[in-house]
Nanobody, 124 residues
Framework: VQLQAFGGGSVQPGGSLRLSCVVSGRILDDYSVGWFRQAPGKDREGVVCISNSGRNTNYRESVKGRFVISRDKAKNMVYLQMDRLKPEDAGVYYC??????????????????WGRGTLVTVSS
């Protein structure tokens, strides 16, 4: 199983980015996908996840209304649309898979495969 996150970049506060995560070796029906981020000097934290069915999502409170997770089963890809970005959203963003079915979690422990991160910088 391999994951690769891409789409990061540098934006000003209020700007937008769309991250993508491509997964190989698994199909989306078999696992949840989560997006996590880690700012310098801080712990990695869960941002949003989407369940294996695609019907359940779970957003970190601070990103609700600004971030949207979606997926394309045909391409085995998961996206994270990030709007109205704030400086506190900056960090390295990672995607990961959780093989447990049902509601997805924003905790790190259940996720077994992780991709390399993509850097998001938000500054003026």
């Amino acid at each position: 199983v391999q994951l690769q996150a891409f789409g990061g970049g540098s934006v000003q506060p209020g700007g937008s980015l769309r991250l993508s995560c491509v997964v190989s070796g698994r199909i989306l029906d078999d696992y949840s996908v989560g997006w996590f981020r880690q700012a310098p000097g801080k712990d990695r934290e869960g941002v949003v996840c989407i369940s294996n069915s695609g019907r359940n999502t779970n957003y970190r409170e601070s990103v609700k209304g600004r971030f949207v997770i979606s997926r394309d089963k045909a391409k085995n890809m998961v996206y994270l649309q990030m709007d109205r970005l704030k400086p506190e959203d900056a960090g390295v963003y990672y995607c990961a898979t959780d093989p447990v079915h049902g509601a997805c979690l924003l905790e790190i422990a259940p996720y077994d495969y992780w991709g390399r991160g993509t850097l998001v910088t938000v500054s003026s």
